[in-house]
């Protein structure tokens, strides 16, 4: 089993930068993709970004490629979610997902999941 604790979310102005983290339990980190998504209130959970096991592949979603930066460190069992520029509609609850067997941006393949960090931008 992977447990997985998110930080790093908080109240940022329109034009301002955070980075999340993912912490995840566990011996067997780097055999797992990591994704980022977000549900923001009355909307259904969508992907943001995902990385492959070693860091060798990511893939962002077009709303925020240019804005956001998935990385991690397997060394510290730990995904980020560098989040630049932020707006208003990138206000969500942000939680991220280990996939053991699959490199997919369906939210139906990931195996488990954080219990999500809040992020609010302000106008």
């Known amino acids: 089993q992977v447990q997985l604790v998110e930080s790093g979310g908080g109240l940022v102005q329109s034009g301002g930068s955070l980075r999340l983290s993912c912490a995840a339990s566990g011996r067997t980190f780097s055999t797992y993709s990591m994704g980022w998504f977000r549900q923001a209130p009355g909307k259904e959970r969508e992907f943001v970004a995902r990385i492959s096991t070693f860091g060798g592949s990511t893939d962002v979603t077009d709303s925020v490629k240019t804005r956001f930066t998935i990385s991690r460190d397997n060394a510290k069992n730990t995904v980020y979610l560098q989040m630049n520029s932020l707006k208003p509609e990138d206000t969500a609850v942000y939680y991220c997902?280990?996939?053991?067997?699959?490199?997919?941006?369906?939210?139906?393949?990931?195996?488990?999941w954080g219990q999500g960090t809040q992020v609010t931008v302000s106008s």
């Open positions: 997902a280990a996939a053991r067997l699959a490199w997919t941006r369906a939210s139906s393949q990931y195996d488990y």
